[in-house]
């Protein structure tokens, strides 16, 4: 499958949330302030969560223009927690950029996400605008609320399984749903919400989102380790340097050697380890199948998306082929 039309789609969508964002929302003093805070929305992006809201407000018979503040807000507080977990980590690179903070500096940096915190709450109450009753309002700003407290938990989970090597799979599940899946959930949840979808539709189309964000976080946990860096957009290997406990590390330090896990455990949170020192990880990680362990989830959590989908009955068949297609494209990189 070429996903052609979901990526075309999705570039309409970028184009339209973008100039809500940059001219309607993300717009003040001082000007530096706001140019960190636009930084990695101006580096562009797929706008996944963006698309992914309205194709879910659509499908239920919602209209695409009155979702655009809903989609902006969604894509509003990503970018914050980008910028503040580019910070925690010290990433130099995002979207093959250098990082806010590595330009403007970690106080900027701070304070650029804060920003884009508040604003993505600004964004959502636009929707006053385009004749969004008040309690399907409250109910999204809610959602945003609680996703947006749900993703700092799932961060502070992160964190501290580096610190560990006793971590289980039912955690990494519940930290990646939290800090990742969380967003996806809020994004279909919102969209079917504006739309005035019965409750039923709304609880499976996030079941859908959750299912979809779970899959991409272990894409995104594969593409970190045998991705092309010019492609993922930041320094391979990373997450081994961070000591992340990733589904594929958790897999390993199972199934490993004791000189194995030795190895796999020198390399985890070494900074300095070389490119050599990762290669070397990499094959380690591959002879013990952890990478295709990982996939099996990924394509698991798609093909339950997808079989979501089938139950639900739409007034929008484009918009429903288009949300198959990405229940499929978000793992089309690693089959």
Excluded: C
């Excluded at 599940?173 to 279909?188: D, G, H, Q, R, V």
Aim: proline share 2%; charged share 30%; aromatic share 6%.
């Amino acid at each position: 499958m070429s996903y052609s039309k979901l990526l075309e789609y999705s570039k309409r969508v970028a184009k339209e949330v973008d100039k809500f964002m940059l001219d309607e929302v993300l717009v003040g003093e001082p000007e530096n302030l706001y140019q960190a805070s636009t930084h990695l929305i101006r580096a562009g992006g797929k706008r996944l969560r963006p698309t992914l809201l309205i194709l879910s407000s659509r499908i239920v018979g919602g209209n695409e223009e009155i979702a655009i503040p809903a989609a902006a807000a969604i894509e509003i507080l990503h970018n914050f927690t980008l910028v503040h977990d580019d910070v925690m980590d010290m990433d130099e690179f995002r979207r093959s950029v250098p990082t806010v903070h590595k330009i403007w500096g970690i106080p900027v940096a701070i304070i650029a996400g804060d920003l884009l915190f508040s604003k993505a709450f600004e964004a959502l109450l636009k929707l006053t605008d385009r004749n969004v009753s008040y309690d399907r309002i409250v109910k999204s700003a809610e959602i945003l609320a609680k996703t947006a407290s749900t993703i700092a938990e799932g961060q502070a989970m992160d964190m501290s399984f580096e610190e560990r090597t006793d971590v289980t799979e039912e955690e990494y599940f519940k930290m990646i749903y939290k800090k990742t899946a969380a967003l996806f959930e809020a994004a279909t949840k919102i969209g079917a919400i504006i739309a005035n979808a019965p409750e039923n539709i709304v609880n499976a189309l996030a079941e859908y989102g959750r299912k979809i964000g779970l899959a991409f976080q272990i894409q995104d946990d594969i593409l970190g380790i045998v991705g092309e860096e010019k492609k993922v957009g930041k320094p391979i290997g990373s997450d081994i340097r961070e000591g992340k406990k990733t589904l594929i590390v958790i897999y390993a330090l199972k199934r490993a050697t004791q000189s194995e896990r030795e190895k796999l455990l020198d390399a985890l949170g070494n900074r300095s380890i070389s490119k050599e020192g990762i290669s070397g990880i990499v094959e380690l990680l591959e002879k013990l199948g952890a990478i295709d362990y990982a996939k099996e989830y990924a394509i698991k959590f798609s093909n339950e998306a997808l079989g979501i989908l089938d139950t639900i009955s739409t007034e929008d068949a484009e918009a429903k082929e288009m949300l198959k297609e990405l229940a499929e494209y978000v793992i089309k990189r690693i089959k």
